[in-house]
C-alpha cells in the first residue's frame, strides 16, 4: 500500500483499544491511542496521523457527534475518519448526511478490521493525487505504475501524450475551453487504452496538457495511432468557425508576441522495455525528453517510438 499508515484511535473502552492496537500493530500499522476527542489535539500538529478509527460512544457521544466535531477540528477534519459501530445501530445512522468514510461493525473480525482501513487509505491516497479535472492518477500514482512495472520483470511500453498549440488555444478562447479539450483528450485516451489493452492499460494525467499511457508493447502501435485519428477527427469542433475554417487562430506565443498558430494536434512518443533497457522510471524520461523534441518539431499529429537497441 502506498502512504503513511499512522492510525488514531479513539475508544473509551481501554481493553477494548488494547486489542485494536495489538491487532493494527501487527498488520504494520502504527497506532496512537494517547488522544481523545477535543483534547489534546494540537500535540499532532507535527506529526499528523493518516486515519482516523473511532468507536461509537467514546467521550459518551453518538456517531453523529463525534462525526461533526471530529470534522470541526481544523487539524484533522480533512483526514479519513473509519467508525466501529454496533450492527444493531447501522440502519439508525443517516450516513449520506455525515462526512465519514466508512465503518465497520460490532462484532468485528481483526481480517476485516485490517483490510478496510487499508481500503480507506488506498483511497485517500488516489483522491489526493488523481487531477482534479480529469480525475485520471496523477504524479505519484504514474510513478507507482511505472516502478510496478518495472519491478515485475514484464515487458511493457510508456507513451507520452502532449497537445500541441494547447497554449495558444487557451489564450484564444479561454481556460473554460482549453479544460474541455482536456477532459475530451482524457476520455478519449481512456476509451482507446481500454479498447486496446483491457486490464493492462493505464492512463494518468501529468498536468496541463501531458499524459502517460501504458499498456503490453503489443497494443501501444495500434492505441497511438487510433488516439491520434480519433483526436484529428473531433478537435476542429473545438474552434470558432472562422478558426476552422482558416486551419488556424492568432494568438501569442510564450513571450507576449503574435503569431499564427495551427490547430491543436497531438504529438505521442512511446519507449519500450522490450527494446531498451529500464531499470528505473528516469531510464524512461531520458528517452522520452529526446524523442518529444523530435516530434514536436514535425507538423500535424506525430507517433514516435524510440526502436534503438
Known sequence: MVGPRRILLMHGDPAEAARLKDILSKAGFEVDGSHAVGSGMAELFDDPPSLLLVAEGTGGRSVETLARELKADPLIGRLPIVFLIRD??????????????????????????????????????????ANPLTGLPGNTSILHETTRRIESGKAFALAYLDIDNFKAFNDRYGYGRGDEVLVVTCRLASTVVSEGAGPDGFVGHIGGDDFVLMSGPAAMDEICGTIIRRF??????????????????????????????PL????????????????????????????????????GSNYLCDRRE
Open 88 to 129: 444493531v445501530r447501522v440502519a439508525d445512522v443517516d450516513w449520506a448526511s455525515l462526512a465519514v468514510d466508512d465503518y465497520i461493525t460490532i462484532p468485528y473480525s481483526p481480517d476485516e478490521v485490517v483490510r478496510r482501513l487499508r481500503l480507506s487509505l488506498s483511497r485517500m491516497s488516489r483522491s489526493l493525487d
Open 232 to 261: 484529428d477527427l473531433v478537435i476542429p469542433d473545438f474552434y470558432d468557425e472562422e478558426d476552422r475554417s482558416r486551419g488556424s487562430i492568432d494568438s501569442v506565443d510564450r513571450h507576449g508576441n503574435r503569431e499564427i498558430f
Open 264 to 299: 491543436m494536434t497531438l504529438s505521442i512518443v512511446t519507449v519500450s522495455s522490450e527494446t531498451q533497457r529500464i531499470t528505473h522510471p528516469g531510464d524512461i524520461s531520458e528517452r522520452v525528453s529526446q524523442l518529444k523534441k523530435k516530434a514536436k518539431a514535425l507538423t
